[in-house]
């Protein structure tokens, strides 16, 4: 095993708010000694010089897309739902290289970018074929990181799940679109296939199962996932009331909350991760703590489709383990969990003039690493401690976002923006140095990038064409919902005539 001694460094201490010069012993991936620095260390252990750098456990993505990094920032004022409508522009129409190559991307820039772990919810079937989830997670094992990769299972369709969307449509629109559902049995087929024999070391990139969107399963679909799930041990996520429009179609529908539906099901658990939750009321987060379940709070990506502000305290206080993520390119334009950790501080500022009910700093940042790790199943990650995986980001204190350094965990989270980047550990092994990923041929990446890019907007021409043409009918259906009374407020003003 190979052992290295990291020498020169200062240690974040985010509850303490300091940064002491600290040396780390790191042995086979794992942090096995922390000490003053010059601590005593094996002859022969390979020394790694991170002075003028502080270092903090690698940031966990709680919540993203990875098949999305091809469509970055191709669209400008658009809802949840109007992106899916238009999954015919982005999601349709692409081979395996191209679901390999947006992974890639995303994960290079997740790396370069000081995060080493990502729960990403992927290709579903029948999007992706069990060999494509294979060459997806090869992505994140080329690049080196880790991740929980779960394919977005839905048996319902996007017009369909909501009620009255379909028959709100024109008559000219129900022709074009599909409505159908999935073959449910083949889904759960293809995902317990996949299961079993997933190639990939768990270790670093394992298979988890997302439901995508609780309206969008049947209770067939949700009752299986809940029992391969069990059978794998696999990780779960589900876009839950992320949107109004979501929270008040499961009323309509069920009559009862997205939450309270999955948890009549047994989706609720420790292994289960809500995406978003801005419109989860008490009863539904005091549902998620009593079965230890996690919300990833995803607070840029909620601003940017206008789903509201989620209530992260209230999350904490009522025992919620809160992750932060990005979301997807789609709709959050980049994969930097710096920019995440500033939004979700400075989001839960103007939820209310009680500043003592703002996140702090340190709640963030443990959200951002600690809570990611538990809500991804890689315990041993989110931390520098004895024990724990060498998941380490070395930001460079001569950067300007550290001169001076004043409390660092603040800077953390309200400076740092990635560009003070300067090395990344996975593992123990070096993925990043001198703030570039440390195998990728990133003038090779963008060619193939601008080729794929092409090739699947050429493929989805009609596809981005019917989106156009259904925008302001679904667009219109979807805005007279969110101006139904509910008892919930999570948007940051009224809501308007």
Not at 170 to 182: L, T
Request: hydrophobic share 40%; proline share 4%.
């Amino acid at each position: 095993m190979t052992t290295t001694v990291i020498r020169g460094g200062r240690l974040l201490d985010a509850t303490s708010r300091s940064a002491p010069l600290t040396d780390l012993l790191v042995t086979g991936g794992v942090i096995t000694s922390l000490g003053a620095p010059g601590m005593a260390a094996p002859a022969e252990a390979e020394v790694f010089d991170a002075s003028g750098t502080l270092m903090h456990a690698g940031l966990v993505n709680g919540h993203t897309h990875g098949s999305t990094n091809l469509s970055k920032a191709t669209h400008d004022r658009w809802t949840l739902e109007l992106l899916l409508s238009g999954s015919g522009e982005w999601a349709a129409n692409q081979t395996r290289h191209h679901k390999y190559l947006n992974t890639y991307i995303g994960a290079v820039e997740m790396l370069q970018k000081g995060c080493t772990t990502a729960y990403d919810l992927t290709f579903g079937f029948p999007l992706a074929t069990v060999d494509d989830l294979y060459a997806i997670g090869q992505a994140y094992v080329d690049a080196g990181m880790r991740a929980v990769v779960a394919p977005m299972l839905q048996d319902v369709s996007f017009y369909k799940a909501i009620p009255g969307l379909y028959d709100a449509l024109p008559a000219s629109h129900k022709a074009q679109v599909d409505a159908s559902g999935g073959d449910t049995g083949a889904i759960l087929r293809s995902m317990e296939e996949a299961l079993k024999h997933w190639p990939h070391d768990p270790a670093q990139v394992k298979l988890g199962i997302a439901p995508t969107i609780p309206l969008h399963c049947s209770d067939e679909l949700t009752l299986g996932c809940v029992k391969l799930a069990t059978e794998y041990g696999a990780q779960t996520q589900s876009h839950v009331a992320e949107s109004k429009v979501q929270a008040v179609a499961a009323l309509k529908r069920w009559g009862k909350s997205l939450t309270a539906h999955f948890d009549e099901l047994g989706m609720l658990g420790p292994n289960f991760t809500v995406a978003h939750g801005v419109w989860l009321d008490d009863d539904d987060m005091r549902r998620l703590a009593a079965k230890g379940a996690s919300v990833s709070h995803n607070a840029g990506s909620n601003m940017r489709l206008g789903a509201g502000i989620a209530d992260s305290r209230r999350m904490l206080e009522l025992g919620v383990n809160l992750a932060l993520g990005t979301d997807g390119a789609l709709c959050a334009d980049n994969q930097n969990m710096y920019e995440a950790m500033r939004y979700a501080s400075m989001v839960s500022n103007v939820r209310t003039p009680d500043y003592e009910r703002w996140l702090s700093a340190p709640e963030v940042f443990t959200a951002a690493t600690q809570g990611g790790a538990r809500a991804t199943g890689f315990e041993k990650a989110g931390r520098i401690a004895v024990g724990c995986l060498a998941d380490i980001v070395f930001l460079d204190l001569h950067s300007i976002n550290w001169i001076p350094m004043n409390d660092p965990v603040n800077q953390v989270v309200l400076t740092e923006d990635a560009t003070g980047v300067r090395d990344v550990m996975v593992g123990g092994k070096l993925v990043v140095r001198g703030g570039r990923h440390a195998d990728c041929d990133m003038a090779k990446l963008a060619r193939d990038a601008q080729v794929a890019r092409d090739e699947v907007a050429e493929a989805n021409a009609e596809g981005k064409h019917l989106a156009q043409a259904l925008e302001r009918a679904v667009g219109s259906f979807c805005m007279g919902l969110c101006r139904e009374p509910f008892h919930l407020h999570r948007y940051g003003g009224p809501l308007g005539l």
